[in-house]
């Protein structure tokens, strides 16, 4: 399998996700703007998806991916489909049943999640009904995990790529086409969320019934949990829903503190999330897609300097992308929050506190990327205690960097604290995997950081210069002069960028690799 190209692919539906995921932020902002009411939709939409990385694409996936890939490797096609089966069994009841308790416990998580919208009343039981409404899609999202497992592991990556794309157009039709219509308009978002989710599932089945592993569900959950498979699953998901867990417990503690500051900071920093997921998607979640079922199958085959390689691989991509990323985060904030969202409800206030936001979480990029490359080193060999303890460790240091930039920088601290925190944990991660040499540096490593370096250095006095040039805010009386100079500064800092690294001799053939079979 060429790797390359192969990231290639998936980052081209990734793309187009996070494209579709724009314009409904887009259209979001200018409906809805940040208000009381959006903080009430961002942290109903927060807890569902909380649970959903939690059990099912995080604790998840990370436990399921390398068995899945030992069975395929091992065991043959017959006990691969009855492992399959018996997982998705009871993985339908247990999100059956969380569901069900969530719905009629949605009043007290809001309170514990959000304890500052109880000052307002209108907008917690808003957040509460829309929580409710939206509460069933983290069992949808279980299914697409447990598809997007399997797909993966059997090469098919893109469909698992683009399955998001439905989730933003039924935002994207919700905005346009219902709100105006609705007594309360946000809650046509939550509804979006809904038929968002069935979506997902539908597109799923084609593709597995394809490969011959569209799960039999059974009514009889005992059934799944007999299974020696599941049950080496639910042991290695045990610690792992503890490592993913450390992160949401993080997030929930964050969504808290946003919620008792000013009016909107859930929303500003919502909106910030979402331009910084273009790198982190593009890059991180792409590249650990590729990477976990390609690292379970080396580890299968005892093949340790494949399994260093393909590390090696990710961690030099990583650096070459994610940190002008960072850079263009930090440097082209306004820029980019301005032409991106300052229209309709959306105001110059709100450009600049999720321009802060931004830059806050700019500098902790490169963290949030290399936590989805290095993870997967440890979980494909299905060592998940590891991540555990670092989480944990993790979790603790941001909360007291919280107690610090949250009085200094308000909402952006928030961001702050999860970049610097990521950063604390790719560190730890990659510490441990070079102690055990599980990983191995190829050579080159220190030519390639000061060539990186040189280039970031005149990327960085590229785009502080263009964008000097131009009033972004002023300029919303002029929308599509707007949108030309962003598209003008992002040509020249591309130009800034990528001309020195091609000067100094970096070329894309560099980083083409084959996967071994």
Same mark, same amino acid.
């Given at each position: ?17 996070r ?7 887009i259209?979001f ?15 109903a939409f ?22 899945l ?16 089966d018996h ?7 247990v ?13 007290f ?16 039981n ?20 447990l598809?997007g ?24 039709i ?5 709100a105006?219509f609705?007594a ?11 038929v968002g ?21 059974y ?24 490592a993913?867990?450390?992160a ?57 300097e ?11 991509l ?7 990323? $960072?850079? =263009?985060?930090?440097? #082209? /904030?306004?820029?980019l929050? +301005?032409? @991106?969202?300052?229209y309709?409800?959306f105001?110059? %206030? ?14 902790g ?6 936590v ?37 920088? $308000?909402h =952006?601290?928030?961001? #702050? /604290?999860?970049?610097?925190? +990521?950063? @604390?944990?790719a ?5 441990? %995997?070079?102690r ?13 950081l ?7 250095l ?13 009033d972004w805010?002023?300029?919303r ?17 591309a130009? =800034? ?7 100094m001799?970096?070329? @894309?053939?560099e ?7």
């Amino acid at each position: 399998m060429n790797l390359h190209k192969t990231l290639a692919a998936i980052s081209g539906m990734t793309m187009l996700s996070r494209i579709t995921g724009l314009v409904r932020e887009i259209l979001f902002a200018r409906a809805f703007g940040a208000s009381a009411y959006t903080d009430a939709f961002n942290i109903a939409f927060r807890i569902p998806n909380l649970l959903r990385r939690l059990f099912a694409e995080g604790a998840f996936s990370q436990a399921f991916v390398p068995i899945l890939a030992e069975y395929k490797n091992q065991r043959g096609e017959q006990q691969t489909k009855h492992l399959v089966d018996h997982v998705a069994t009871v993985l339908m009841w247990v999100m059956l049943v969380t569901c069900v308790a969530g719905i009629l416990a949605t009043p007290f998580v809001v309170y514990f999640i959000a304890t500052g919208l109880q000052y307002n009343p209108d907008a917690f039981n808003a957040s509460v009904v829309m929580t409710r409404i939206m509460f069933p899609y983290i069992g949808f999202m279980a299914f697409v995990a447990l598809a997007g497992g399997i797909l993966n592991t059997w090469k098919e990556f893109k469909i698992p790529a683009v399955t998001s794309v439905l989730l933003n157009l039924a935002f994207i039709i919700a905005s346009l086409f219902v709100a105006p219509f609705m007594a309360q308009p946000i809650y046509a978002m939550a509804f979006a969320v809904l038929v968002g989710g069935i979506l997902q599932v539908a597109i799923q089945v084609p593709a597995l019934m394809k490969i011959g592993m569209l799960p039999h569900l059974y009514w009889n959950p005992l059934l799944g949990l007999r299974d020696e498979g599941v049950k080496r699953v639910l042991k290695k998901m045990g610690p792992a829903i503890f490592a993913v867990s450390a992160a949401q417990i993080s997030l929930m503690i964050n969504t808290n503190i946003a919620s008792r500051l000013e009016h909107g900071s859930v929303s500003w920093l919502s909106y910030a999330d979402r331009l910084m997921e273009f790198p982190t998607a593009l890059l991180g979640v792409a590249l650990g897609t590729i990477l976990l079922p390609s690292l379970s199958n080396a580890h299968a085959a005892q093949d340790m300097e494949e399994y260093s390689s393909l590390l090696d691989w990710g961690l030099r991509l990583t650096f070459m992308l994610a940190m002008p990323s $960072a850079v =263009a985060l930090a440097t #082209l /904030s306004e820029p980019l929050t +301005a032409t @991106l969202f300052h229209y309709g409800r959306f105001d110059a %206030l709100s450009v600049t506190m999720t321009g802060h936001a931004l830059v806050a979480y700019g500098v902790g990029l490169i963290g949030l990327v290399m936590v989805k490359i290095l993870a997967p080193g440890f979980y494909a060999k299905q060592d998940i205690r590891t991540p555990v303890i670092i989480a944990v460790g993790v979790l603790i240091a941001t909360q007291l960097m919280n107690s610090v930039f949250v009085p200094l920088f $308000a909402h =952006a601290g928030l961001a #702050l /604290s999860i970049g610097l925190g +990521a950063c @604390l944990n790719a560190l730890c991660l990659f510490i441990g %995997l070079r102690r055990r040499q599980i990983y191995v540096p190829r050579p080159g490593w220190g030519l390639f950081l000061v060539r990186l370096t040189g280039a970031l250095l005149v990327l960085a006095g590229a785009s502080l210069w263009i964008a000097g040039h131009f009033d972004w805010i002023a300029l919303r009386a002029h929308p599509l002069m707007r949108i030309g100079a962003l598209a003008l500064v992002m040509l020249v800092c591309a130009l =800034a960028y990528f001309g020195p690294l091609f000067a100094m001799g970096f070329r @894309l053939r560099e980083f083409k690799r084959i996967a071994r079979r």
